[in-house]
């Protein structure tokens, strides 16, 4: 069982270039979100996609844009990216409703340079 | 969703139990207990979850008090590897099966010592 992928684990980017962070599930499960974790900090929900289709923003969402390509994946768009952004990145994934045990990829570390 | 409170770090004993407080004085009647960890450079893992009543898994135990107002999280034998951050977060699960993301604090840097 694979779980939640992430791709990539590691990239450097130069300010204003635009990249993508991918995110797949396999567990069939409805909601996927995209989380961001600074240096000493807890994590950070940028953008959340309830069920297939439908995605809404979370605490800090400028900057980013989401699209939930089928029920599998979930991807995390940066347009023009800034050393702010530099981070690490989870995605994570869960059934929704009443349990709402999470499951986390490993992470993608971005810097901005 | 609730405001939780616990302590910057702890230190514990390889083999023995870790207990782990967590203070949640606002919370409401319908607002769950979840525990997660989050072991170093790696994506947070679920541990267990709870409304009112004690819950016991494979992983951890989690008490929960009378009043609700505090909980804890118990690691009967800790190991080397339950060095991490643990997370207690106090939410509402969404209804009719939505989802509207966890609220991740700072969290309790546990240290195993050998």
């Known amino acids: 069982n694979a779980g939640v992928t992430q791709t990539p684990k590691f990239q450097v980017l130069k300010t204003g270039q635009s990249m993508t962070l991918q995110c797949a599930q396999d567990?069939?499960?409805?909601?996927m979100y995209w989380y961001r974790q600074d240096p000493g900090m807890g994590l950070r929900l940028i953008y959340y996609s309830a069920s297939e289709g439908t995605t809404d923003k979370g605490e800090v969402p400028n900057g980013y844009n989401v699209s939930r390509l089928n029920k599998r994946e979930f991807s995390l768009r940066l347009e023009s990216a800034a050393p702010s952004q530099t981070s690490v990145y989870f995605c994570a994934s869960s059934f929704g409703g009443l349990f709402n045990g999470y499951t986390f990829g490993s992470g993608t570390r971005l810097t901005v340079v | 969703d609730a405001k939780t409170t616990q302590p910057t770090s702890m230190d514990c004993a390889e083999g023995r139990a870790a207990n782990l407080p967590c203070n949640h004085s606002t919370i409401s009647g319908n607002e769950y207990v979840y525990w997660y960890r989050q072991i170093h450079s790696q994506g947070p893992q679920y541990i267990i979850h709870?409304?009112?009543n004690n819950e016991t898994n494979e992983m951890a135990s989690l008490i929960i008090t009378e009043d609700r107002k505090s909980s804890t999280l118990i690691l009967p034998h800790a190991t080397l590897r339950d060095t991490a951050v643990y997370y207690c977060i106090v939410r509402v699960p969404p209804s009719g099966g939505g989802a509207d993301g966890l609220t991740f604090g700072k969290g309790t840097h546990l240290i195993i010592q050998p």
């Open positions: 567990m069939n499960h409805n909601s």
């Open positions: 709870g409304l009112k």
